[in-house]
């Protein structure tokens, strides 16, 4: 089991050579450097142990540099928590503090680096699952199991990235291959067109992952974790029939998956515990450093101002009596001003392996369906799931009379309970065109004035000098 938690030296060597292997390939797509010593691709995946690192190396890299905010290192969650109205940010050096002021007022620059890395890592991602899918589709040297396994989640990565892509940024290009004379002139592709390749990855991956996990505790997709994303992706494409089907499936396998009552067990280590909320986690890269969340929310000391403190309006927007409030957010008191900050994660720079990153959780899929069945005319069913929510958190029921009621009291409840996790406030507010009024109001509080194109990234203008195909979103210069 050395492998799954990523100790063995001798191992992280392997995948990082597999990694350098895949990446060495796409300099003029993502302008990677090229490795030396590079051995032939087919080489690595006709052998199932390399193969398998390939895969492993996916998940290794998103966690990768305990202190860099890439796309699955915490770094959508800050952006776009900045983005829209759960932080704000303190400290950090000056070019990172003015970088972080453009995120925070909504006024970012094609040059700002901080949204550009956000899709060349995606883009790197994307790189290496195609790279596997292209070398292992019709491999006759793995077993049709280790086969379908290593498809399905390369299809599974290649989704989720697409998945955040179009959300931060729009139209993005849909490159499906590692030929980068084509991908690196590829236009962008419009919106649906994206989400058509994420749910048909999607639905394969749904196909070839086991239902059962492959390792101890949670920390490779299964089946069950490619049907969250399916989920979701449903929900924001409005297909509330297959959204409510799809969230459905999860909740019913509830030996596998239900609610943690405690909501301190919800961040747990699905290796350490039986943490039945979890559907996918992240293993940590840097042992000591659970989460790259962890140690950017959670200050060294009660002494001192934390990195990125929650803002106004999200704490005014908790009820009374909410035990979420009390344990997702803590406060350090510096002089005579309490600096209060995310405390979903409890370890900070020094982790113990109580916790990993958790990417998939079973509320949001309650979230989803109570959404999906609201839409649909089932406003009975949507609150049984609402409340089922509500009822952790120690809060009475909701009664809805309308169905406008209730979508806005769900996603009142989205807010509250999904806050400051994977970017969800900021797409939320995007894909049910509430961001205009909500962050008319909170922009100028943030020194900015908000402007309806700004609900997008711009692309970088690095990418743009590299691909001359490219265009900028409007409002960008």
Known sequence: MSAIYFTNRKWIDCFCLVF???????????????????????????DSADADAAVLGLYFYMTYGPTTL?????????????SADELYPTTGSAVGRALEKELYTNAILPTNNL???????????????????????????????????????ARFVRAMMYFNLVNLFGAVPYCTSTNYEINAVMPRTPVDSVYRGIISDLLQAQRMLPDKYVTAGRVRPNSYTASALLSRAYLYQKDWVNA???????????????????????????????????????????????????YSFVPGSTGIIPNY??????????????????????????????????????RGRDGDGVELYMVFRVAEQYLIRAEARAKQGKPDEAMADLNSIRNRAGLPPVSAGTTEELLSAIYHERQIELFCEWGHRWYDLKRTERVNTVMS?????????????????????TELNQNHFLTQNPGYH
């Not at 060349?120 to 006759?140: M, P, R």
Request: aromatic fraction near 12%; proline fraction near 6%.
């Open 20 to 46: 350098l292997v895949i990446a060495g390939g796409c300099k003029k797509f993502v302008q990677i450097p090229p490795a030396p010593n590079l051995i032939v691709t087919s080489q690595v995946f006709s």
């Open 115 to 153: 949204a550009g890395g956000q899709w060349q890592a995606c883009y790197q991602f994307i790189y290496q699952a195609n790279a596997v899918i292209e070398n292992l589709t019709g491999s006759t040297t793995l077993s049709s199991s280790a086969h379908d396994q290593l498809i399905g989640e």
């Open 309 to 346: 403190v929650i803002s106004d309006f999200l704490l005014s927007a908790f009820e009374a009596g909410d035990q979420r409030k009390t344990s997702w957010i803590n406060a350090n008191t510096v002089g005579r001003q309490s600096y209060s900050y995310p405390y979903k994660y409890k």
């Open 70 to 82: 890439l796309p699955y290192n915490g770094g959508i969650t800050v952006y776009s928590g900045l």
């Open 244 to 294: 409510e089907i799809t969230a459905t499936r999860i909740i019913n396998n509830s030996g596998t998956y239900k609610l943690m009552n405690n909501l301190n067990e919800v961040f747990l280590s699905s290796l350490s515990s039986p943490n039945m909320e979890a559907i996918w986690q992240l293993i940590p890269a840097y042992p000591g450093f659970e989460t790259t969340e962890g």
């Open 441 to 461: 109001v909170v922009t100028p509080s943030k020194g900015g004035i908000w402007d309806p194109n700004w609900q997008l990234y711009p692309i970088s203008q």
